[in-house]
């Protein structure tokens, strides 16, 4: 494959990254950050790999389609905590996680 069969999964988790960057540094600005704990680390974890994956597709690496797969699993774990928390910037992280998990999907079957 090459970088152009990639650029929508790279724009989707180059948005998540910055959106869980977002939704930590606000979570840590919460009245109960001890509540947030887990919102953060997902997020953190999150971040990590989407860039991560990013960077794999760009290199078109062979082991894009793997980190792909392994983004989509944390985007989706980081989606559904997000999602329990009704501030504005767990809602932003909580649609664009989901949208990376279902690119990087697409992605990873697309590979194989």
Known sequence: MKLDDFQSCIDACNACAMACDNCAASCLR???????????????????????????????SENAAAVCRLCAV????????????????????????RRCAEECERMASASQ
């Open 30 to 60: 919460e009245e109960d950050v001890k509540m947030m704990a887990r919102c953060i680390a997902l997020d953190m974890d999150c971040s990590q790999v989407c860039r991560l994956a990013a960077g794999v597709m760009a290199r078109a």
């Open 74 to 97: 944390l985007c989706r774990a980081c989606a559904e905590e997000c999602g329990k928390h009704q501030m504005d910037h767990c809602q932003q992280c909580a649609a664009a996680c």
